[in-house]
């Protein structure tokens, strides 16, 4: 995340309303139904072990621990620090010993190769300046067979709707730091071999779903 990002989400760590409110917005008033979905998509067994880029606030922390039991982990990874502390305020508050949150860029998190049996990454790629980075270090943290999915926001794609984008797509970079001209669908379709793509409200909003290779050690 660029110098700018991070300190732009530090303000949006100070008023979660706010971001609450920006986040009914960016869904159309449908963000319960589409997070449901993404989160359903990953899969999670009992103990299994989650990584989550750019956490923000922890927003997503309860329901990724209800599908990991209490024998699984959570990680989120944050830039901003933030939305780091706030992250870290909500697993203690909460007494989530097996939540944990680490301040770090998503592109070079410093965790070990295969670490993981999931990453989720959700309204966060498209803010880095250079997200294959990410999709990489994703890659690689996730263990043989281990899968990601991201859901996150692009121009609108069908039209009339994409008569609105010439309004959205200043607006969006202005509040979030978004990198609309990245192709993070295309990006994440580039790195792991097995790829699905779902798109809502006129193409603004996708679900990728992928998974790595269940060759053991294919880590390169």
């Known amino acids: 995340m660029s110098?700018?990002?991070?300190?732009?989400?530090?303000?949006?760590?100070?008023?979660?309303n706010l971001f609450s409110r920006l986040y009914d917005i960016a869904f159309l008033g449908r963000e319960s139904e589409r997070r449901e979905r993404a989160m359903n998509s990953l899969s999670l067994d009992s103990?299994?072990?989650?990584?989550?880029?750019?956490?923000?606030?922890?927003?997503?922390?309860e329901a990724l621990r209800t599908h990991v039991g209490s024998a699984?982990?959570?990680?989120?990874?944050d830039y901003s620090p933030g939305m780091a502390?706030?992250?870290r305020r909500r697993a203690?508050?909460?007494?989530?010993?097996?939540?944990?949150v680490l301040r770090g860029d998503a592109g070079r998190p410093g965790i070990a190769d295969g670490a993981f049996d999931a990453v989720y990454a959700s309204m966060s790629l498209s803010a880095m300046p250079e997200p294959e980075q990410a999709i990489e270090a994703?890659?690689?943290a996730l263990r043989p067979g281990g899968r990601i999915v991201v859901l996150d926001a692009q121009p609108f794609q069908q039209f009339p709707w994409t008569l609105l984008n010439p309004v959205i797509v200043p607006l969006a970079k202005w509040a979030t730091n978004w990198f609309p001209d990245t192709d993070v669908p295309a990006q994440i379709a580039d790195r792991f071999a097995s790829t699905r793509i779902a798109t809502f409200d006129g193409g603004v909003t996708f679900i990728a779903i992928a998974r790595k290779s269940e060759r053991t050690g294919d880590f390169g």
């Open 47 to 61: 103990g299994d072990r989650v990584l989550e880029l750019g956490c923000g606030p922890g927003n997503s922390f």
């Open 3 to 16: 110098r700018r990002g991070q300190g732009l989400y530090d303000w949006w760590s100070r008023h979660r």
């Open 85 to 87: 502390r706030q992250a």
């Open 92 to 100: 203690r508050d909460r007494g989530w010993a097996n939540v944990h």
């Open 72 to 77: 699984g982990r959570v990680v989120g990874l």
């Open 138 to 140: 994703a890659y690689r």
